[in-house]
T-cell receptor, first 112, second 111 residues
Framework: DAKTTQPPSMDCAEGRAANLPCNHSTISGNEYVYWYRQIHSQGPQYIIHGLKNNETNEMASLIITEDRKSSTLILPHATLRDTAVYYCIVKDSGAGSYQLTFGKGTKLSVIP | SQTIHQWPATLVQPVGSPLSLECTVEGTSNPNLYWYRQAAGRGLQLLFYSVGIGQISSEVPQNLSASRPQDRQFILSSKKLLLSDSGFYLC??????????FGPGTRLTVT
């Protein structure tokens, strides 16, 4: 699976959009981009995933560049409950591909 | 809807004692099941995964073992705990190679 690079930490004002970047320059054509988050002392929570097109769900939007070498997770109106470590993971969907490799992620602090 | 349970939520055990952590999933059939560990201040490490009853794959040599006696039950065990076994143990499931859903975790402290 391709490696990802994320900033170690970010701050965001409550109510503003939080834009979390991720670089994955070695991504291959069959690899998806996944985002998870982990609130302190809880298990990771799946947020969203995408392959080529931008994706949106009730939690967030995922913007993937045309060359697929980077992506941005957008939380449109950050709340204090969005304070967490956010993980960007690149993984293929092939048979036998089961492992999620979590890096260090980005610690997002939402500030009142 | 699907839910995943883990117990106990917290556990304090002496070195050399046995361990048994249980994970169950409701609302789905034939899930893939996973055990992860997160040491203090570190990332998640996949320990075991299972694609069916009695089928266990180990990712990292450990003082731990896993079993899957029923379709939606996954157990993590140890015969003798080490100090280095302390950590946050997470069970997860999915039904395909895409997103995984995690349980609430068990925080284990080995003293």
């Amino acid at each position: 699976d391709a490696k990802t690079t994320q900033p170690p930490s970010m701050d965001c004002a409550e109510g503003r959009a939080a834009n979390l970047p991720c670089n994955h320059s070695t991504i291959s054509g069959n690899e998806y981009v996944y985002w998870y988050r982990q609130i302190h002392s809880q298990g990771p929570q799946y947020i969203i995933h995408g392959l080529k097109n931008n994706e949106t769900n009730e939690m967030a939007s995922l913007i993937i560049t045309e060359d697929r070498k980077s992506s941005t997770l957008i939380l449109p109106h950050a709340t204090l409950r969005d304070t967490a470590v956010y993980y960007c993971i690149v993984k293929d969907s092939g048979a036998g591909s089961y492992q999620l490799t979590f890096g260090k992620g980005t610690k997002l602090s939402v500030i009142p | 809807s699907q839910t995943i349970h883990q117990w106990p939520a917290t556990l304090v055990q002496p070195v050399g004692s046995p361990l048994s952590l249980e994970c169950t999933v409701e609302g789905t059939s034939n899930p893939n099941l996973y055990w992860y560990r997160q040491a203090a201040g570190r990332g998640l490490q996949l320990l075991f995964y299972s694609v069916g009853i009695g089928q266990i794959s180990s990712e990292v040599p450990q003082n731990l073992s896993a079993s899957r006696p029923q379709d939606r039950q996954f157990i993590l065990s140890s015969k003798k705990l080490l100090l280095s076994d302390s950590g946050f143990y997470l069970c997860a499931w999915n039904t395909g190679p895409l997103e995984q859903y995690f349980g609430p975790g068990t925080r284990l402290t080995v003293t």
